[in-house]
T-cell receptor, first 111, second 117 residues
Framework: EDKVVQSPLSLVVHEGDTVTLNCSYE??????LLWYKQEKKAPTFLFML????IEKKSGRLSSILDKKELFSILNITATQTGDSAVYLC???????????FGTGTRLQVTL | NAGVMQNPRHLVRRRGQEARLRCSPM?????VYWYRQLPEEGLKFMVY????????ESGMPKERFSAEFPKEGPSILRIQQVVRGDSAAYFC???????????????FGPGTRLTVT
């Protein structure tokens, strides 16, 4: 059975800090890894990663995938209170394109 | 450019009633996915559909749950004879058509929060 494990489960940081969120996985037929941000509503798409070692970047957020060691990290620099959310990692596997989600990392950014 | 639309946003049903949840995909998207998020749990895949065709329903409970995506109109997730354990947020996502090794990101709707009393 495909497995996605995120760590830490929750994190509290001060505004301006840099955070690194982790996602490790065991899947039988990897196609892509996706990161989403979920506030009190729909998960919002952040990144999709398919190749090892290629960093994807969007503003203060960046992410990279290691297909040999089976993990990905999501970095957020200079955190702001608006970054407070649950960050979800998901694997797209097999031919059916369904996503298998981790339980998420709950990030709280305080003033 | 409207995103994924879901309605209703909130739905309250008494035990034994039927719940119908609707999802309209993003413009240009032909593939729809339904996920369920139970309180304090992660998102779990339920079913994957394209127009008039169920591609993968491996995450759907065997009884009481059904889904369709007709040629015209939104995708419908139907839950018959609801029970308290069905209370959850139901999210719909849509994507472009995957093909071969190519995959596309899924974009999520705002969800329907179902409460069974």
């Amino acid at each position: 059975e495909d497995k996605v494990v995120q760590s830490p489960l929750s994190l509290v940081v001060h505004e301006g800090d840099t955070v690194t969120l982790n996602c490790s996985y065991e899947v039988t037929n990897f196609r892509s890894l996706l990161w989403y941000k979920q506030e009190k509503k729909a998960p919002t798409f952040l990144f999709m990663l398919t190749s090892s070692g290629i960093e994807k970047k969007s503003g203060r957020l960046s992410s990279i995938l290691d297909k040999k060691e089976l993990f990905s990290i999501l970095n957020i620099t200079a955190t702001q209170t608006g970054d407070s959310a649950v960050y979800l990692c998901a694997l797209n596997t097999g031919t059916a394109s369904k996503l298998t989600f981790g339980t998420g990392t709950r990030l709280q950014v305080t003033l | 450019n409207a995103g994924v639309m879901q309605n209703p946003r909130h739905l309250v049903r008494r035990r034994g009633q039927e719940a119908r949840l609707r999802c309209s995909p993003m413009k240009g998207h032909s593939h729809v996915y339904w996920y369920r998020q139970l309180p304090e749990e992660g998102l779990k895949f339920m079913v994957y559909l394209q127009k008039e065709n169920i591609i993968d329903e491996s995450g759907m409970p065997k009884e009481r749950f059904s889904a369709e995506f007709p040629k015209e109109g939104p995708s419908i997730l139907r839950i018959q004879q609801v029970v308290r354990g069905d209370s959850a947020a139901y999210f719909c996502a849509s994507s472009l058509q995957p093909g071969g090794a190519r995959t596309y990101e899924q974009y999520f709707g705002p969800g329907t929060r179902l409460t069974v009393t």
